[in-house]
């Protein structure tokens, strides 16, 4: 059987989603690890101040693809963007277009989704439904499609707590969901949300497990796998540890906690943080392509790509690991010294909250005020409590997800590509994961390395110039740079001389 490289070999791919998170690492680990892939047509959204290949060029010099780039220099030729729009019919694909990808691509990868929690569901369900129902009938035209690979969330199914690799039945078939909200204006549609959603936390989770419903409606027309991953975070080895691009999820809860303006948040210590690397979601969801397409399963499958339930690690420990490392490693400018702490009970947090979040909050802005300068820091708190509350449900509970389709396809692959297409959870070290999620928020979304370096440069830059001036036009200046460069020069040969003496 061709190992996952040779698959991919002469192969199209399309990917929707290819400007975010993971589509840029799942292009980039395709471009790399898959040399010989013929191409990759990527749907871009053009935007109003941006063109769609102004957007591809500026994906293509990010960091993340350093390494594909020292390899193949060459390698944005095999990127081809379409131009769509998936709040529009047909995804707002030119004629032309679709003619090109129905006569070439054989697999696709529907990372595309909004992945905002208070969406209103009119949105939601244009982006995360409709958009999925559009591209599952382009790929019924594709004439050499070998498989079709949806991206969902393990959260799909949080109403329940134990969570099978099934796609289960929702009390409303998605088809009749969205001809009845068609008429109904944003008010109307707003009102009756939280009845439709049930128990679930968010229009997101909801919306999700309607587009999986979509998308097993035709697993007997073309060969589905769905990737079900739980909380994405930083890279865990490629294309280099703690790779992060975006405040989203963890992400924005770490850089707020390492700048100390977040000091307390409400989750409970024991409850399991399943957090997954982007690296082993993209891993995971090459080798499920490569498996559909090859071995065609019957039905779709279904691949809970979770941690939890094999190497748990708890949101108790990270916040330790996470207060650790920012103290050896301060990010710039912090508002105050790293210290948050988790507690369960909603009047501790709402306690803290008022003596570490919005007093402090009130002075700064007091100060800023009688100084003439705009208050903010209310302003910054009011949005990360807001944020931080969409994330409670998700930190105060527990889920049991079945993973015996990531086990199974592991068991398939050879040893050379459970080495390059690494998702066995259980190689994880978590403290060595944090450290790097920390360092990369720095690096990747922060730029402080970037900045510290330019500012630093420009520093010695501007000390050179001026010295440089003041010596030629001062006498005294001059003779005091040869007496302190003559003194060097007699220190440095004091001490050649003492350690041959030594010697």
Known sequence: MASIAE?????????TGATGFMGKVLVEKLLRSCPEVKALYILVRPKARQSM??????????KLFDRVREDNPDFHKKIIPISSELMQPGLAISPEDVEKLT????????????IRFDEPLKHALQLNVIATQQLLSLAQQMKHLEAFIHISTAYANCNRKHIDEVIYPLPVEPKKLIESLEWMDDAIVRDITPRLIGDRPNTYTYTKALAECVVQQEQHRINIGIIRPSIVGASWQEPFPGWIDNFNGPSGVFIAAGKGILRTIRASNDAVADLIPVDMVINLTLAAGWYTAVHRPKTALVYNCTTGGINPFHWGEVEHHVMSSFKRNPLEQAFRRPNANITSNYLINQYWILVSHKFPAFIYDLFLRLSGQKPQMMRIFNRLHK???L????????WV???ENMSMLMSQLTPEDRKTFNFDVRQLNWPEYIENYCIGTKKYVLNEELLRNIR????TLLVVFIWRVFIARSQMARNIWYFVV??????????????????
């Open 401 to 403: 997800w079945n993973s």
């Open 387 to 389: 944020a931080i509350g």
């Open 456 to 459: 630093y440069t420009f520093n």
């Open 53 to 62: 290949q102004q957007r591809v060029s500026d994906m293509m010099k990010c």
């Open 391 to 398: 994330l409670e449900y998700f930190s105060n509970q527990d």
């Open 486 to 503: 003559s003194l060097c020069f007699k220190f440095l040969s004091y001490f050649r001389a003492s350690s041959t003496l030594t010697n």
């Open 7 to 15: 698959y991919y070999a002469g192969k199209s791919v399309l990917i």
């Open 103 to 114: 006569a070439c691509i054989n697999i696709v990868f529907h990372c595309a989704a909004t």
